[in-house]
C-alpha cells in the first residue's frame, strides 16, 4: 500500500466502528476495489511538496463551557500540564484551583450545573480559564510540529495570541488573564 508518491487520507469517524469500516473501505479502494470512498473519506494524491502556512486563531470570551478540555487532559500531557501551571501560578487569586471551576465535580441537579456554569462565565474565571486551554493546545501543536505563521485572537483571544508570539511569558499570560 505504499504509494510511488505523496498521497493523502482523511477519515472523519463518529466512532470506533465506524473509523474501522471507513478504513477498511479505504484499504480495499487503495488496493484496486472498485466501490467509492464512504462519504466521510477523502483520499488525494495532490500533496503539496511544502505544507501550506499555518495561522493559529484564539478565541475570546465566550466560548468557556463546563468540562472544556476534559478527554483531552486525560489524553494529552500538553493539557494536564496547562492545567497544574494555571492552578499553581493562579493559587492566590482564586479560593479554589481553576481546575476545578473548568472541570467541576458532576452536577446531580439542573441548580448546581446552573450555579457552576454562572462560576465559569464570570470574566474573572472565564478568562483564565480559556487562556489556560489555549496553552495547553498551543503546546500540542508545538509538539507536533505545527509552527504558525501568524497568530491572531478575538477580543480576549487577542492575548492567547501574544503568549503564542513570545511576547508573554505562560505565567504572565496567566496572571494577566485572572487580571
Known amino acids: 500500500l505504499r504509494p ?3 498521497a493523502a487520507l482523511a477519515v472523519v469517524a463518529t466512532d470506533l466502528k465506524s473509523l474501522a469500516a471507513d478504513l477498511a473501505a479505504a484499504i480495499a479502494h487503495l488496493q484496486g476495489g472498485t466501490r467509492p470512498l464512504p462519504p ?11 505544507s501550506p502556512p499555518v495561522a493559529f486563531l484564539f478565541p475570546g470570551q465566550g466560548a468557556q463551557y463546563l468540562n472544556m478540555g476534559r478527554e483531552a487532559a486525560l489524553y494529552l500531557p500538553e493539557i494536564r500540564e496547562a492545567l497544574e501551571l494555571a492552578d499553581r501560578v493562579l493559587a492566590e487569586a482564586f479560593r479554589a484551583p481553576l481546575s476545578t471551576r473548568i472541570l467541576p465535580a458532576s452536577a446531580f441537579d439542573p441548580d448546581t450545573e446552573a450555579a457552576q456554569t454562572a462560576e465559569l462565565t464570570d470574566t474573572r474565571v472565564a478568562q483564565p480559564a480559556i487562556g489556560t486551554l489555549a496553552l495547553g493546545y498551543l503546546r500540542l501543536a508545538e509538539r507536533l510540529g505545527l509552527e504558525a505563521v501568524a497568530s491572531a485572537g478575538h477580543s ?14 505562560p505565567a504572565d499570560f496567566l496572571r494577566l488573564s485572572a487580571v
Open 4 to 6: 510511488a508518491a505523496p
Open 40 to 50: 466521510g473519506v477523502r483520499f488525494g494524491k495532490a500533496v503539496p511538496a511544502q
Open 156 to 169: 480576549y483571544g487577542e492575548y492567547a495570541a501574544l503568549m503564542a508570539a513570545g511576547v508573554l511569558d
